[in-house]
């Protein structure tokens, strides 16, 4: 798989369930992109590439060996999901630099219905849908 195809799996196996919500959409897939793009823009600890920072242990949920997206994303059904059309679209114009950051800089996010120990001392950025975005050091 290359940096497209990880990036749009990624963004389907993340966000694919806020695109049809009324508070969410298409800046819900972009929002979750940018973050993936902010880190690989970073770099350091994140990594250098998309797919390095989309398969940074315990960094996206959906490519944890356990997670049931896991085998979502991996299986060739997605690419039947108008979802991940969408999502493939998402992350061509993001590779391309066309989608704006929605995100204020934010390098990280999680479901509203959780929260991770190190949202505890950020401060939140952006919201949409359930996601909650935050920009976490410099």
Request: proline residues 4%; contains cysteine; charged residues 20%.
């Amino acid at each position: 798989m290359n940096e497209l195809d990880i990036l749009a799996r990624t963004i389907y196996g993340e966000a694919r369930g806020e695109y049809k919500r009324h508070d969410g959409g298409l800046a819900s897939l972009i929002a979750v992109g940018n973050v993936i793009m902010n880190r690989v823009n970073k770099g350091g600890w994140f990594g250098s590439t998309v797919i390095d920072v989309c398969h940074r242990p315990l960094q996206f949920s959906c490519w944890n060996p356990k997670d049931p997206n896991r085998t979502l994303i991996l299986s060739d059904f997605i690419s039947k999901d108008p979802v991940f059309e969408v999502c493939h679209e998402v992350a061509q114009k993001l590779l391309e630099g066309t989608w704006p950051d929605l995100t204020k800089g934010s390098n990280h996010y999680h479901a509203s219905y959780c929260k991770p120990g190190w949202a505890a001392q950020a401060d939140l950025a952006f919201k949409i849908g359930s996601h909650m975005f935050y920009k976490i050091g410099s």
